[in-house]
């Protein structure tokens, strides 16, 4: 194993920072203004004097809270500036989960990709194995069959739902309501349990692949999914009971950690904390992909961006996306589920006797890999985080140049340092709760 | 994909510019498509006015910012042939809400001078990727408030996503391993 040594110059560049909060009397105006939430209000100039002459440095403690703390959600350290009970400042520090996951795509070929992106947002991975196979298909310049597409919208859709209700699990969790959490995940494993029904895993499934799905939706997958979606309503409501209509719940989590649109929007927050706001965007509706231009779906926002509004609104797109799961029921074309070219599809296991070229193929495909032309493209799917896009470059042979994966959850966490500022340390556990970062897809 | 609408000041026409016609402009940058989708080649220095174009023409979010190392692939089609190819690329995509339409930058960045200006003042959320693309490329930028390493630790050496960076395989050895512990018969 050789290792690739950088010239001095560099090597002083990348270790002078450190990636902690500092205190106050040494950090400059620009970090300032970032680490107070006040990008878009203040000057630089006054970002300096702002606050600092009210608070006095001895009066502030600056504490660590994580990486490992339940309710971080995996491996999210923050540093807390802390006065009295006040928080401050805030810094998330990351990477403890970096495993380098877009170089580890460069060294798999296009159908090989699933694999690894499905492991970025493990409690969503039909979606990221979604945005990498529609962007392969971009490069390809070939459209799958309808069937296909019906069927990734189902099963996106019920992931969708698994997603949101392992939110509600953890968001009850985190905030002291570990019945919630009971309740949350007994129905996100009836969900899990559709999704390894089709797929033959629970999660980082693999499903999702450029060309099509991995496999033909099974017997009896209608009875199901209708089985879960009379399960499922009651349920919900029962979450309305427990949790919405609650005075407790509601005191805990109303008119705490407020972001306003414009602030969304300068930090390139995207999904249910951007609809929050009240600002009406979902790329299904708007920019639809797949087929979401023939289904009738409501958009969900709030309207003060608090922690309460992006906790209504996951519960309510979870009724949206069994509407939507409805649809899919009803409207399933017949035909393929994977497209009929032999450059990109593995042939049937029973072609394999009797043809040499289906062997030929099948050969190809799994040791050389299919190649895709030269160029590059960028594909975005309106995950349950928010925005999910992925980034190839092409340099025409079977692997890809260069593959980027845009997360949500990655840029969502800026927003904490906004939410957090002036608010308790008691309520930063129930802001990082409602951002509902995957610190495996921020990290990646 | 039904995602490209044309944007204001775009031609109408989605079809491919012909050799030898004079190159696609929008916004004052050079304009290719790539399977339908927009992107611009603004160079170093046009790139914080383009931005800030953009910003004012209704692309309020910065969606995506990444580098790409060209090091092993030099000979890229999609790039103006005005436009110099270097080693590395900055690639931006915005994202314009009102016309619902997407927008992609590619900016060439040499490797022996490899920084850029920040998009920070006007789109404070590039202050994470920025810091990606820094700790993965070593690629500066000027005017971002705290340009350290973010995924990878503070002090590691060199920049993992380059491509003469070794991503290092450790060997799998399995026939003369030590033990971990003495052999006891």
């Known amino acids: 194993m050789t290792t690739t040594h950088e010239a001095p110059a560099n090597l002083a560049q990348t270790s002078e920072g450190a990636q902690e909060l500092t205190s106050r009397d040494v950090i400059s105006a620009g970090e300032r203004l970032r680490e107070l939430g006040a990008v878009l209000r203040l000057s630089e100039s006054e970002a300096l004097d702002a606050e600092l002459d009210a608070v006095v440095d001895d009066e502030t403690m600056i504490i660590n809270m994580g990486p490992q703390h339940p309710s971080t959600h995996g491996v999210l350290r923050l540093m807390l500036e802390l006065q009295g009970e006040t928080v401050l400042r805030c810094k998330p520090i990351i990477g403890y989960l970096h495993t380098g996951m877009e170089r580890t795509g460069e060294d798999l070929t296009y159908l090989q990709g699933p694999t690894n992106v499905t492991r970025m947002d493990y409690a969503a991975p039909l979606f990221t194995e979604l945005a990498f196979s529609l962007t392969v298909e971009k490069l390809l310049d070939i459209e799958v069959p309808e069937r296909a597409v019906w069927i990734r919208m189902l099963m996106t859709e019920m992931n969708r739902i698994s997603s949101h209700l392992l939110f509600m699990a953890t968001n009850g969790m985190d905030l002291g309501a570990v019945s919630m959490m009971l309740y949350g995940w007994r129905e996100r494993e009836e969900a899990l349990r559709f999704l390894q029904e089709v797929t033959g895993l629970r999660m980082n499934h693999n499903y999702i692949r450029p060309g099509g799905v991995a496999a033909d939706l099974p017997d009896g997958w209608r009875d199901s999914i209708l089985r879960l979606l009379d399960m499922l309503p009651p349920r919900l409501d029962e979450y309305d009971v427990l949790m919405t209509n609650q005075p407790i719940w509601r005191e805990r989590l109303q008119g705490i950690g407020v972001i306003s649109a414009e602030e969304c929007l300068a930090l390139g927050v995207t999904g249910p904390i951007l609809r929050s706001t009240g600002y009406d965007w979902d790329l299904r509706r708007d920019m639809p992909y797949l087929a979401f231009d023939k289904i009738d779906f409501d958009v969900v926002v709030g309207s003060f961006g608090d922690c309460f509004d992006r906790f209504a609104i996951r519960l309510a797109e979870i009724r949206e996306s069994m509407k939507i799961v409805r649809q899919c029921l009803e409207n399933m074309p017949k035909g393929d589920y994977r497209i009929q070219d032999k450059k990109v599809t593995p042939p049937p296991r029973a072609r394999i006797d009797e043809s040499m070229e289906a062997l030929i193929h099948h050969f190809k495909i799994f040791t050389e890999g299919f190649k895709v032309p030269e160029g590059e493209a960028y594909v975005a799917i309106e995950s349950p985080r928010g925005e999910l896009g992925c980034y190839i470059v092409s340099d025409g042979s079977p692997n890809p140049y260069r593959m980027h994966v845009r997360a949500p959850s990655f840029v969502n966490l800026q927003t904490l340092p906004h939410l957090m500022h002036g608010n308790l340390v008691a309520d930063a556990v129930a802001i990082i709760s409602s951002v509902d970062p995957i610190l495996g897809e921020v990290d990646r | ?185």
């Not at chain 2, 994909?1 to 940058?29: I, K, R, S």
């Not at chain 2, 270097?86 to 490899?114: G, M, S, T, W, Y």
Request: glycine fraction near 8%; charged fraction near 25%.
């Open chain 2, 1 to 185: 994909m039904a995602d490209e609408a044309a944007p204001t000041g775009a031609d109408d026409t989605e079809v491919e510019a012909t050799p030898g016609a004079a190159p696609e402009e929008l916004f004052g940058a050079l304009l290719t498509r790539s399977g339908g989708q927009l992107v611009l080649h603004p160079s170093r220095e046009q790139y914080p006015k383009l931005l800030r174009t953009l910003h004012e023409s209704g692309y309020h979010m910065v969606i995506d910012l990444c580098g790409v190392d060209y090091l092993t692939h030099s000979g890229r089609t999609g790039v103006p042939a005005s436009v110099a190819t270097e080693r590395f690329e900055v690639v931006v995509n915005l994202i314009n809400h009102k016309e619902r339409a997407r927008l992609r930058l590619r900016v060439q960045i040499p490797v022996d001078d490899a920084r850029l200006a920040s998009a920070f003042d006007l789109y404070p959320g590039t202050e994470a990727m920025e810091r990606e693309t820094f700790d993965m490329f070593g690629i500066s930028f000027d005017g971002h408030p705290d340009l350290t390493r973010i995924l990878m630790p503070e002090d590691w050496l060199g920049h993992p996503l380059r491509k003469d960076y070794d991503s290092g395989r450790i060997p799998v050895q399995f026939k003369g391993a030590p033990a971990n512990r003495p052999a006891t018969r």
